[in-house]
C-alpha cells in the first residue's frame, strides 16, 4: 500500500467521485477529496461553488447523487449518531426561551460521550453569560454558544460554516485562540469562510472549489503559486484607471487616492512600463500574490483549463 492509499484508508474525510446535482444544476460535480485527521482545513469558494453542498454530504444531510462520502470509514450520518462530528452551521437555531447554560447542556445530553458542560463553556468563551436566554444574546454572541453546542459532543470532526460571522475583532481571536486549543488535541477541522485572512492564518491547507468541482488544493504557499504573478504597490500621484488599464501584463488593480496595488503575470515588465508612464512613482513594494489575489484568479470564470 502505497502513502497516498495509507491516507485514504484513516481518513477523517473522504469523498471519491462524489457528485450532487438539483435538476440541471451540478452542485458537486465528481469531487475527490482526502483530510486527515489532525489537519486543519479551509473551504473556499465563490458563491454557488458547491461548498454548501460538500459539508451537507459530509454530514450526511444530503446523499451523493454518485461516487461515495466516509468519516472516520463510515457513512456520514452512522458518524454524527456517535458524535463523531460535531457542525456549527450559520443557519442553527437557538430556542429563544432556554438560557446558553440549558442550551448546551441538553445538546450535551443527546450524545452518549460528551464532555462536561462547564468546559464547553470554558472553550468557548461564554461563561459570562451561560444564564443568559438566547433571545437577549448578540449576532456574535449566538455563534460562539453555536461553537460550544459543536463541542459539547467532544467530536473528533469539527466542521464550521462562516464561523466568525457577526463577532467583532476580539471575538474572532478569542474564537480562534479557542480552536487552536481545540485542533492541538489532534481534532480535524473543516471550515468555510468569506474572512480570507482567516484561511490564511490558521489552515494548514486551503481547497478551493468552483462550479462544484476542487481548482485548487493544497497549503496557501501552494495555492498562491498556482495563481502566479506577484503584486505591486506603490504611491503615485495622479494615478487614474486608464493609466493603470492601459500597463502591460496587468490582471487586476486597486486604486484608492493616490495609493495604488497592482497585480501582474510579469512584474518587471509592468514596473518598467510604470516608471516610464509616471516617473513620480515612489515607496514601490513587489511581493508575491495573496491569498485573496489567488481566490480571484482560481475562481474566476476563465476556462479550468487555464488553472492546470
Known amino acids: 500500500m502505497d502513502n497516498t492509499e495509507e491516507i485514504a484508508a484513516g481518513a477523517a474525510v473522504r469523498l471519491a467521485g462524489a457528485r450532487k446535482a438539483y435538476g440541471d444544476v451540478r452542485a458537486v460535480d465528481g469531487i475527490d477529496l482526502t483530510i ?71 445538546v450535551g445530553k443527546l450524545h452518549r460521550r460528551s464532555m462536561p458542560l462547564a468546559e464547553a463553556l470554558r472553550r468557548a468563551g461564554i461563561e459570562e453569560i451561560a444564564d443568559r436566554r438566547a433571545a437577549k444574546l448578540s449576532g456574535g454572541q449566538k455563534q460562539r454558544v453555536r461553537f460550544a453546542v459543536a463541542l459539547v459532543a467532544d467530536p473528533d470532526l469539527l466542521v464550521l460554516d462562516e464561523p466568525t460571522a457577526a463577532m467583532d475583532v ?27 485572512e482567516e484561511a490564511e492564518e490558521f489552515a494548514d491547507r486551503v481547497v478551493l472549489m468552483r462550479s462544484g468541482r476542487v481548482v ?67 515607496d514601490i513594494e513587489i511581493g508575491a500574490v495573496g491569498l485573496e489575489g489567488a481566490f480571484l484568479s482560481l475562481t474566476s470564470d476563465e476556462p479550468e483549463e487555464a488553472l492546470r
Open 36 to 106: 486527515a485527521p489532525g489537519e486543519v482545513v479551509a473551504l473556499l469558494g465563490p458563491n454557488g461553488a458547491g461548498k454548501s453542498t460538500t459539508v451537507d454530504l459530509i454530514l450526511g444531510l444530503g446523499r451523493p447523487d454518485g461516487g461515495t462520502v466516509s468519516v472516520f470509514g463510515r457513512e456520514p450520518a452512522d458518524a454524527v449518531r456517535d458524535g463523531m462530528i460535531g457542525a456549527m452551521l450559520q443557519s442553527g437555531t437557538l430556542l429563544d426561551d432556554l438560557t446558553v447554560r440549558e442550551t448546551v447542556g441538553l
Open 170 to 196: 476580539g471575538a474572532r481571536r478569542e474564537f480562534w485562540k479557542s480552536m487552536h486549543a481545540f485542533t492541538e488535541t489532534g481534532r480535524t477541522v473543516l471550515f468555510a469562510t468569506h474572512y480570507l
Open 216 to 282: 485548487a488544493d493544497g497549503s496557501v504557499a501552494q495555492v498562491r503559486a498556482l495563481a502566479g504573478g506577484r503584486t505591486i504597490r506603490a504611491v503615485l500621484p495622479g494615478a487614474s484607471e486608464g493609466m493603470l488599464t492601459a500597463l502591460p501584463a496587468v490582471t487586476d488593480f486597486e486604486l484608492r487616492g493616490d495609493r495604488i496595488s497592482l497585480s501582474s503575470t510579469d512584474s518587471d515588465t509592468t514596473l518598467r512600463a510604470l516608471l516610464n508612464a509616471a516617473p513620480a512613482a515612489h
